[in-house]
């Protein structure tokens, strides 16, 4: 009786009832990727070879990709927006990049010192505007860590400053603050490993001053001119223009990690579209299209330290790695930075932001419909979404439930759209995604408001039941 008079009084869990009706029509429609997710989690943790590329009930196993779409092994395609996290500003499979990579066909993966090798250099010097000197390397990761002891030992000095939100890849030292506060992310990160990494908030010219002024053991500052994973509230011009002349005052590196916004924001990168050099700048993603390369591109006189053939009076720093010049990750980057610069020069970037610009409208529109509390945050052909009653703001953002977001993202899954993964809250459209993708997308997201209670179970998560 009880159980019952609970229920009249509450009524139906409709976040619940949603996410059991998207889970099996998703179900229904994936059979090949839950046997392969069952032979995965056997192999591998999670089934998968990342934490966020997993997701309930299971992931979705691709079998290939082809432009803006890809393809699972059930042979369904969807219109792919998550891009593999970025990397595929030109799409799957582009034949700038794929022709480029048969061309050097027989050269062999391997060999010491290639061509290739300074042909790429040399295209990054001409379109990074920081660019003096490259050095290549496998990852964001890995460009990130190299730029750090290039600071360092260029300065003498240990600390470095981060912002709050920003995501610089996996070395421990910045696996903090990716929320508001200095919290660790993840277990397994000791607290001697992030005891030199100063935290700030982004956009706080007070803080920074403060900061900047109050210590004389700064080794540099980097920041993601975008800020991902703290939910893409950009960086303030402003801001930026105060960081340089402030770290150039104080002889503190700057260092923009441009692994998202390189090529993205335009062929020169975050420092481009916003008038703002660093010293050194970090690059992976977009740069190579998909294959696996970093690159720390920067000042000739920073990176001395990286030099064998310095004065003696440079302090040099031990940087190396098996595949830093391998030959297909440079003839891909070679091939789309030829690409990039293309469709820089035939006004192609700024068409895209106009039609990325027409999807947020469209995206709007179709949840105004339905009565429930929308939010886009864009940049150039990045977004990310809210679903929300509140405009969110980066403070707020740690609070924000993302629950019904998640199963949006599910649920798109079944109308062909990955627009993002359950894990994620990353949109990345390539040049690839033409207009008829964007009203397809639409058209799928209007579907998905429809066919399942999405503006029940979001009244019921306002009134807070
Ligand atoms: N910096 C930024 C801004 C990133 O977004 C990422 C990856 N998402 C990294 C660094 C690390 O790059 P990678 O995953 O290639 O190691």
Redesign the pocket.
């Known amino acids: 009786v009880m159980v019952s008079e609970v229920r009249t009084r509450v009524g139906k869990d409709w976040v619940a009832e949603c996410r059991q009706q998207i889970a099996a029509d998703y179900r229904a429609r994936t059979p090949g990727s839950f046997e392969l997710f069952k032979r995965a989690s056997k192999v591998l943790p999670g089934g998968a070879s990342g934490n966020l590329r997993y997701f309930a009930p299971y992931p979705l196993y691709m079998k290939s990709g082809d432009g803006c779409h890809s393809i699972d092994v059930d042979g369904t395609s969807y219109i792919d927006c998550f891009s593999c996290?970025?990397p595929l500003l030109l799409g799957h499979r582009h034949p700038a990049v794929t022709g480029a990579m048969a061309e050097l066909a027989d050269v062999g993966s391997l060999v010491v010192n290639p061509e290739i090798m300074i042909r790429c250099a040399e295209a990054l010097q001409r379109v990074i505007p920081c660019a003096e000197r490259v050095r290549f390397l496998n990852?964001?990761?890995?460009?990130?860590m190299s730029a750090i002891r290039y600071a360092r030992a260029y300065t003498g000095k240990d600390k470095i400053v981060k912002f709050y939100g920003?995501?610089?890849?996996?070395d421990d030292q910045f696996l903090l603050g990716l929320g508001p506060s200095r919290e660790t992310l993840g277990a397994g990160v000791p607290k001697e490993a992030v005891a030199n990494t100063l935290t700030l908030r982004c956009n706080d010219s007070v803080g920074l001053e403060e900061l900047l002024s109050s210590r004389d053991d700064i080794a540099a500052v980097i920041i993601?001119p975008a800020m991902?994973?703290g939910g893409l509230w950009g960086v303030d011009r402003d801001f930026l223009i105060q960081l340089r002349t402030q770290t150039q005052a104080a002889g503190i590196v700057l260092i923009f990690?441009?692994?998202?916004?390189g090529f993205r924001m335009g062929v020169g990168g975050a420092q481009a579209y916003y008038g703002v050099t660093p010293d050194l700048t970090?690059l992976?993603?977009a740069m190579a299209a998909g294959e696996?390369l970093?690159a720390v591109v920067g000042s000739a006189e920073i990176m001395r330290v990286a030099d064998p053939l310095a004065d003696e009076c440079v302090p040099r720093v031990f940087q190396s790695g098996t595949g830093n010049d391998g030959t297909m990750p440079l003839a891909a980057a070679l091939g789309a930075i030829h690409e990039y610069e293309r469709l820089s020069r035939s006004g192609e970037y700024e068409a895209l932001w106009a039609r990325v610009e027409r999807l947020e409208q469209g995206l709007k529109e179709a949840f105004a419909g339905q009565g429930i509390g929308f939010h886009v945050n864009r940049l150039c052909s990045m977004m990310q979404m809210f679903i929300s009653d509140r405009s969110p703001s980066y403070e707020a953002y740690a609070d924000i439930n993302n629950e019904l977001l998640d199963l949006l993202y599910l649920a798109l899954l079944n109308e062909g759209v990955m627009l993002s993964l359950p894990t994620s809250n990353h949109i990345y459209f390539s040049f690839m995604h033409d207009q008829t993708a964007f009203d397809a997308t639409i058209s799928a997201v209007r579907t998905v408001l429809a066919k399942y209670p999405f503006a029940r179970a979001y009244q019921q998560q306002i009134e807070g039941n």
Do not use: L
């Open positions: 996290n970025g990852s964001g990761t890995e460009a990130v920003h995501y610089h890849g996996q993601d991902h994973s990690d441009e692994v998202i916004t970090t992976a993603k696996k970093g």
